[in-house]
T-cell receptor, first 115, second 112 residues
Framework: GAGVSQTPSNKVTEKGKYVELRCDPI?????LYWYRQSLGQGPEFLIY????????DSGLPNDRFFAVRPEGSVSTLKIQRTERGDSAVYLC?????????????FGPGTRLTVL | KQEVTQIPAALSVPEGENLVLNCSFT??????LQWFRQDPGKGLTSLLL?????REQTSGRLNASLDKSSGRSTLYIAASQPGDSATYLC???????????FGPGTRLSVLP
């Protein structure tokens, strides 16, 4: 049980549909992050959970995006009424504590394509 | 708002060369800076983490330096190998947020 896992690895959907992306963090890690990475760009922060609560959701681009972490482990990123501009790789990362000296461990990402 | 840039955007070198990747950030009030490696279709792998009080970190053939006052960091790769081919991302953790701010990356190709 090693690293952060994300499912699905690839998701193709049509414009206007609803999608859910799942992240399984490293067991015991209390902090969980979602980032979005567009082609040729670095990851951009979306939302950060400490435990079950969203400590910072300032990176969510609009109200079509929502994320939950109901039991403090697995997290789901939900996107409503998808648009072509939502196409990107969505990365999840987890960290053991909220301490700033600890590194984040990244999952392989979910590649979302909106047609 | 913190902004991170990386130069060059892409770099191609023959095997065995030493090389330097550059990272700049606009706000020097950072907690730490981290260099990551990303292979195609994969997540990010942490290479080196430099705390704001440190000047450099070394791991094997990699050496990262930090000049906080000028907002710069460099990643030095010695004796490059084809297996080093990947995208290298620089990220800073600043004093205002709870997350990394990433640069766009440098895409490195090491030719055999």
């Amino acid at each position: 049980g090693a690293g952060v896992s994300q499912t699905p690895s690839n998701k193709v959907t049509e414009k206007g549909k609803y999608v859910e992306l799942r992240c399984d963090p490293i067991s015991g890690h209390t902090a969980l992050y979602w980032y979005r990475q567009s082609l040729g760009q670095g990851p951009e922060f979306l939302i950060y959970f400490q435990g079950t609560g969203a400590a910072d959701d300032s990176g969510l681009p609009n109200d079509r995006f929502f994320a939950v972490r109901p039991e403090g482990s697995v997290s789901t990123l939900k996107i409503q009424r998808t648009e072509r501009g939502d196409s990107a790789v969505y990365l999840c990362a987890s960290r053991l504590t909220s301490g700033i000296t600890d590194t984040q461990y990244f999952g392989p990402g979910t590649r979302l394509t909106v047609l | 708002k913190q902004e991170v840039t990386q130069i060059p955007a892409a770099l191609s070198v023959p095997e065995g060369e030493n090389l330097v990747l550059n990272c700049s950030f606009t706000d020097s009030a950072i907690y730490n800076l981290q260099w990551f490696r990303q292979d195609p279709g994969k997540g990010l792998t942490s290479l080196l983490l430099i705390q704001s009080s440190q000047r450099e970190q070394t791991s094997g053939r990699l050496n990262a330096s930090l000049d906080k006052s000028s907002g710069r960091s460099t990643l030095y790769i010695a004796a490059s190998q084809p297996g080093d081919s990947a995208t290298y991302l620089c990220a800073v953790w600043d004093n205002y947020g709870q997350n990394f701010v990433f640069g766009p990356g440098t895409r490195l190709s090491v030719l055999p």
